[in-house]
């Protein structure tokens, strides 16, 4: 067997021990070899690779971002884009590929399935946790301890001032980053893109707990809240290759309304792309690990058009149709325990 393996979409911790994986697997189990393609879809497509073996990705359980690089790279936007990936695939002569992102790569990953042919295997990542048909994507663990260590941070400087901090943090169109983070961290209030946030609510919250001697306030902002008769706020116009807006700017905004209505000092913060830096959490290293060794599997089974999935405790194949067909928007049912300590 000889397969491929790329990585696409936003980095995010864990990239490195899925491919260390992968090649642990493939080499020893299946006696198979690996070649590695850069920048995401760009790889295939301008047939760039380097060979993987067992030297080259060892040592990397612990290392941050992937060392085959990362691209927002959309196939379906490039003259002869499809056709270029199948052509790579047959001068280098693989089986299949394993393609390891979140909604962007796996959707890309299921068109080149159905409508090329294409022998692909998807392993799901993304900080946003927002895949379908698995429980969690390795990436959201390792985010969502970074929010939390922010937010103690941000508590004894916010009580030493009298202060209100907003936090924003990232999650696209999905508020899991924002309502894991916030509970662990102690949010006072946590807005959500799934739930329009209504400023009369988060206003009376802040002043509730001011009013029992609790003089200061942290509140946790998904990048993707829409504010009742405003909508969502924008870093810029332009949209990338898959048609996404940059999100960004909507904690500076809350930030200014609570200032003006409260009177209480505020100031907005971004963790932004500190998010998805650094070592992943033992959590996602075993994660991506068990992914990398059941797409190994599922490439020696030549179970194509699949993508690994976590249900429960089990790493069990999904149709990658499953997996992209819709968003994973926030369980509700979190915001209401959130919200237990809100006010
Ligand atoms: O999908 C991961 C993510 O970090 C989102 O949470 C965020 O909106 C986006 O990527 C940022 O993208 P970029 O790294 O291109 O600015």
């Known amino acids: 067997m000889r397969i491929g393996i790329l990585t696409g979409g936003g980095d995010c911790p ?41 030297q080259n990705t060892g040592g990397l359980i612990q290392r941050g971002g992937t060392i085959l690089k990362t691209s927002r790279t959309n196939p379906f936007k490039i003259e002869r884009g499809p056709e270029r990936i199948l052509e790579s695939m047959e001068r280098n002569r693989l089986d299949g590929v394993i393609a390891v992102g979140g909604d962007d790569t796996c959707g890309v990953a299921n068109r080149m399935h159905k409508e090329h042919n294409l022998n692909v295997i998807c392993v799901p990542k993304t900080i946003d946790n927002d895949l379908n048909a698995t429980d969690f994507t390795f990436g959201f663990d390792t985010a969502v301890n970074v929010v939390m260590e922010a937010l103690d941070r941000l508590h004894t400087t916010a009580e030493s001032h009298n202060r209100v901090l907003v936090c924003e943090v990232m999650g696209r169109h999905a508020g899991w980053i924002a309502c894991y983070g ?114 190994s599997d599922l490439a020696s089974e030549k179970q194509y058009g699949t993508m690994t999935s976590l249900q429960g405790n089990k790493i069990k194949p999904v149709p990658l149709e499953a997996a992209v067909s819709q968003l994973k928007t926030l369980d509700m049912d979190l915001l209401e325990v959130a919200g237990v300590f809100f006010g």
């Open 182 to 295: 916030g509970i662990a961290g102690g949010a006072d209030f946590i807005a959500v893109p799934e739930k329009p946030l209504n400023v009369g609510e988060l206003l009376s919250a802040i002043k509730t707990r001011h009013a029992r001697g609790r003089n200061f306030s942290i509140l946790v902002v998904a990048e993707g809240t829409r504010l009742e008769n405003i909508g969502q706020v924008l870093r810029g116009e332009e949209l990338d290759d898959f048609g996404h807006a940059k999100l960004g700017g909507i904690g500076d905004t809350i930030a200014k309304i609570i200032e003006k209505e409260t009177g209480y000092e505020t100031r907005a913060m971004a963790l932004g792309h500190i998010q998805r830096g650094g070592s992943p959490t033992a959590f996602d290293r075993v994660l991506a690990t068990r992914f990398g060794v059941a797409a």
């Open 14 to 54: 864990g990239l490195n021990a899925v491919i260390r994986a992968v090649v642990r697997r493939s080499v020893k189990t299946h006696g198979a070899d690996v070649i590695g393609f850069l920048e995401g879809w760009r790889g295939p497509i301008e047939n760039m690779v380097m060979p993987l073996t067992l």
